[in-house]
């Protein structure tokens, strides 16, 4: 393997020490001359209902108002929070049936939280007491919770762009028989091909609407400057795209549009696209000259920034008697909450992860999405993945049960890898490292011993291993589009200036950026500076969704790297009057000719006479090549290279309590090649976090009203220091280096939280031989389920 | 709205200010004295994001860990706090703050200044904390980000150089 001099090292993170010392600024920490304080009024008593009269009369007494706003008073263009319409072709985005339903202010709530009108106040104190004093009327309306009550023919209509209130489904024209899937070249089902099965195992699983709650709270600052600049800082994970969502929804060109991005405080997905954007750039077009923070309080960030899609999916998988894989057939039913927002992605990954995972010979999956009084789902780290790992990777297992087969082996065999189609038909497989990862995970979770031992287990107290495996995805190309401009300039001191819009979710991305691009260049980590917080001078680029940042950006700025040192090359040749395949790059910036070393230049002399050049006063001569060298690394990378992972757990039931305590778990990690080790680690422990939460504690729960029982720390359960498994390993699988990801690097963003999903369910399965089907498995839902089958199988 | 003249001693500086009788002591140090070193998050004592060191006669070290959103400023009058920003010593880290780089156990900072300060304040309290002690007093400090793995590592490591000191 090749020897890296910067990637691959541990070094600190770039941005360690501020966030160490508390000297990182984030949007709410930002302090302004004449800063006024926004604050949205939300609808908590009813999560569906008419807004008839607002009365400000009281609000505007509180001392400190400047400004109450209705609905009237901001924009009425309709919006949708996401960039699904810029990243698809325009006749996709009207196939799948994107709709902007979503106002500003709203003249009608659909879900608990919905904005309702604004206060503007000298201090953030004034503002909140202003906001309890406006007098809203509303006129409730029915509320929807379940799809059943959705579809019902009387039910109240969310939208009239979705009649019947389905807001999605995989439409005909894309999708035949309106199933994502693929049939066998004969053009069999997987209807037909079930029939063919020796075995078909079949249930309908509960995917929790989870929440990514991530620490810092939404928070922005916006200015409508003099010049008629609307200026918003942000701690967006999309820039550009929110910097091009801005200028649609108020009607601007991008050049009176700024997005100035914030450090982010976590995000996890919920930071994708605009959430209060659209409200503080709103509230700050009302008082023109003037800053204004909107800062959202827990509670509201609880229940007005969107969660996980939730929902009930049916699956029904065939196996022949030896455990070939024969077709796998699901429906899912899938609850949107009050707006179209993500409307069809989550639901169409949850299908194509089902189809790039294992080698059926025939897949489709129905999904119909209905709206409803939750708070929408959006994007969380996985994108439809946990739906399809929870209910297949148990299903796996059942059949494996039946068959009398080996579930370690039947994944090995039956898993896709080189070759194969990814979770898009079409596109192959470029590398595989599950092997290796099984391999690894296995070993290090003593499966084979512990497996024996726990097969003997009595008592109150049982003990299991699962084992999961999942494939993600390296930026969403072909589903989106896939794009990132870098702009790399070389200063007079030989050291570079790039400009990325791709931002770091804490996630250590900038600073594996930065290593990519020294690596590339040859130069030290100190040479090279990543300048990319401002629309004002940033280039075009995605953002930091679905895993992309490593592979996508890594690809534009070594590729920006690599025409830098060829400029260099071409301008050292010409001063030397040698070609430039004749120069080769030595220590220290050195470049030589290869067949008289006499002959050299350092690239530092070009760098300095590229700006400070003067003709010769003895010659008239000019010195050097004048002109500041800028290149640009333009990539539109056309695959996905999906990573693999296995993960195995190790669970102890408490079958009197329910209770369900992981008592080991190891993720090994498919990743191509680590660029910062350190950060690959801390992406695989964070995740699984979220995976554990998933799979065992978090799910938002409504009352009959519709309005959230648990937006706050205490009553929706994370797992915390203690509940983690204290025997906890991550390892990264290098050995299959992927040929398309920079130093073979693929993405780690999003796919350790699947990891702990397959695994602990099959866990739970392997240590009571009882399958739960809803999640998160409670220990109520343990209980419940071990009543109903009369005990424990073991 | 009633006020109160208060002197806190904030990371070893005399501060002579007048408070809202109501304002937490969160409120005050970012809102009032602009230290946005310490963060805000849930506002009810739920997350640690706020944590400081407050001055206890009876807490091992002479200080306890303390949410800053469930104290009022007035009832800090006279106290000594410490905040994540108070923590260096002429340009150089604290143990526990150059152990978070160290072991990685920094992601999206937001918990960073809270779980760092809750950390000072186990190790004052017990140098040779072991694993399990630190993951229990740990707990009431939220990391999405993490998963705890790096943040435990670091609070042993830097209970490690303590103790060898």
Not at chain 1, 599 to 613: F, G
Not at chain 1, 637 to 666: M, N, Q, R, W, Y
Not at chain 1, 722 to 733: E, G, Y
Request: net charge neutral.
């Amino acid at each position: 393997m090749a020897e890296y001099s910067v990637v691959g090292h541990r070094i600190p993170k770039l941005d360690a020490r501020e966030k160490v010392t508390g000297r990182g600024m984030y949007a709410g920490d930002l302090r302004m001359e004449g800063l006024l304080y926004g604050k949205i009024v939300r609808c908590w008593e009813y999560a569906h209902a008419k807004v008839k009269k607002i009365d400000f009369s009281d609000a505007r007494k509180v001392p400190g108002v400047v400004k109450c706003v209705g609905s009237k008073d901001v924009t009425q263009r309709p919006y949708n929070t996401t960039i699904m319409k810029l990243l698809v072709p325009e006749v996709f985005a009207d196939v799948f049936g994107e709709i902007a339903d979503l106002n500003i202010f709203n003249p009608v709530v659909k879900h608990q939280g919905d904005a309702v009108c604004g206060i503007i106040a000298k201090t953030e104190e004034a503002a909140e007491r202003a906001a309890e004093k406006v007098k809203v009327t509303y006129e409730p309306l029915p509320i929807v919770m379940t799809a059943a009550e959705a579809k019902r023919k009387d039910a109240p209509q969310f939208t009239p762009l979705k009649p019947g209130n389905l807001a999605a489904d995989f439409p005909e024209a894309f999708f035949p028989g309106g199933a994502y899937g693929h049939n066998t070249p004969d053009g069999k089902t997987p209807a037909q091909h079930m029939k063919e099965a020796d075995l078909v195992v079949e249930d309908t699983f509960y995917c929790p609407r989870q929440k990514q709650v991530q620490m810092e709270n939404h928070t922005y600052i916006a200015k409508y400057d003099d010049r008629g600049r609307l200026t918003c800082w942000t701690s967006t994970q999309m820039p550009k795209p929110v910097q091009n969502l801005i200028a649609e929804l108020f009607e601007l060109p991008l050049t009176r549009v700024r997005i100035i991005q914030a450090p982010i405080g976590g995000a996890f997905g919920c930071r994708l696209g605009m959430i209060g954007e659209p409200h503080a750039c709103a509230l700050a077009m009302a008082v023109p000259g003037r800053p204004v923070k909107v800062e959202f309080l827990r509670e509201e960030d609880w229940v007005a920034s969107e969660s996980r899609a939730s929902g009930h999916i049916r699956v029904r998988a065939g196996f022949k008697k030896d455990g070939t894989p024969v077709a796998i057939d699901a429906d899912y039913e899938v609850l949107k909450g009050g707006y179209y927002t993500h409307g069809s992605g989550p639901p169409f990954c949850t299908a194509a992860f089902m189809y790039g995972m294992y080698k059926w010979q025939a897949m489709a999956m129905r999904a119909n999405i209905w709206f409803n009084n939750m708070v929408p789902y959006g994007a969380y780290q996985g994108y439809g993945n946990p739906e399809n790992t929870f209910a297949v990777e148990q299903l796996v297992d059942r059949a494996c049960n039946q068959l009398g087969l080996d579930p370690v082996e039947w994944r090995r065999k039956w898993h896709k890898g080189i070759g194969d189609d990814t979770w898009l038909k079409g596109v192959k497989f470029a590398s595989c490292g599950l092997d290796d990862c099984i391999d690894k995970a296995t070993k290090a979770i003593q499966w084979d011993k512990k497996k024996k031992e726990y097969a003997k287990m009595k008592g109150t107290k049982l003990r299991g291993l699962g084992l999961g495996v999942m494939q993600h995805t390296s930026g969403a190309w072909p589903m989106l589009l896939e794009y990132t401009n870098t702009i790399m300039r070389l200063n007079e001191d030989c050291t570079v200036e790039i400009m990325n819009s791709c931002s770091d979710l804490g996630t250590g991305g900038h600073t594996a950026v930065t290593q990519m691009a020294a690596e590339a260049l040859g130069w030290p980590m100190d040479d090279v500076h990543l300048k990319c917080c401002d629309s004002d001078c940033n280039g075009f680029d995605i953002g930091a969704h679905a895993s992309r940042t490593i592979y996508c950006v890594g690809r534009a700025v070594t590729q920006a790297a690599t025409r830098l040192k060829q400029e260099l090359i071409n301008r050292a040749a010409k001063n030397l009057q040698v070609q430039p395949e004749d120069l080769a790059w030595g220590e220290d910036k050195e470049i030589y000719c290869t067949w008289d070393p006499a002959k050299h230049m350092n690239a530092r002399r070009i760098a300095k006479e590229s700006i400070y050049s003067f003709d010769d006063p003895a010659t008239g001569k000019t010195i050097g090549i004048p002109g500041q060298i800028v290149v640009t690394g333009d990539d539109f990378v056309k695959h996905c290279s999906p990573p693999f992972s296995a993960s195995c757990a190790e669970v102890e039931v408490d079958i009197e309590t329910g209770e369900v305590k992981v008592l080991s778990f190891v993720n090994a990690h498919d990743i191509g090649k680590a660029i910062h080790p350190p950060s690959v680690e801390g992406q695989l422990e964070g995740g699984s976090q979220k995976g554990f939460g998933y799979v065992l504690t978090e799910d938002i729960y409504y009352d009959k009203n519709g309005l959230c029982l648990n937006n706050d720390f205490t009553d929706y359960k994370m797992l915390g220091p203690s509940d983690m498994p204290v025997d906890m390993k991550a390892i990264l699988v290098e050995s299959a280096p992927d040929p398309l990801g920079p130093f073979g690097a693929k993405s780690c963003g999003e796919s350790a939280l699947m990891g702990p999903i397959g695994s602990v369910a099959n866990a739970i399965y392997d240590a009571i031989g009882i399958q739960i089907n809803e999640a998160p498995i409670t220990p109520e839902r343990v209980l419940a389920a071990i009543r109903k089958n009369g005990g424990v199988k073991k | 709205m009633k006020k109160r003249s208060i002197t806190l001693f904030i990371n070893g500086e005399e501060c002579n200010i007048t408070v809202q009788a109501h304002h937490t002591l969160v409120h005050v140090l970012r809102n009032q004295l602009n230290m946005t070193d310490v963060k805000h998050c849930c506002g009810r004592g739920e997350c640690g994001a706020c944590t400081v060191l407050v001055d206890d006669d009876k807490a091992p070290g002479g200080r306890k860990a303390v949410d800053a959103c469930m104290v009022l400023a007035a009832m800090m009058d006279g106290k000594r706090i410490t905040t994540v920003g108070g923590l260096e010593e002429d340009g150089k880290l604290h143990p526990v703050q150059q152990a978070f780089i160290d072991e990685g156990a920094v992601q999206c900072g937001f918990c960073t200044g809270g779980m760092i300060m809750k950390s000072v304040s186990i190790l004052e309290k017990n140098p040779k904390a072991k694993e399990d002690e630190i993951r229990s007093e740990l707990e009431g400090n939220i990391c999405r980000c993490t998963g705890y793995v790096k943040i435990v590592d670091a609070v042993k490591k830097a209970g490690s150089w303590s103790t060898k000191r």
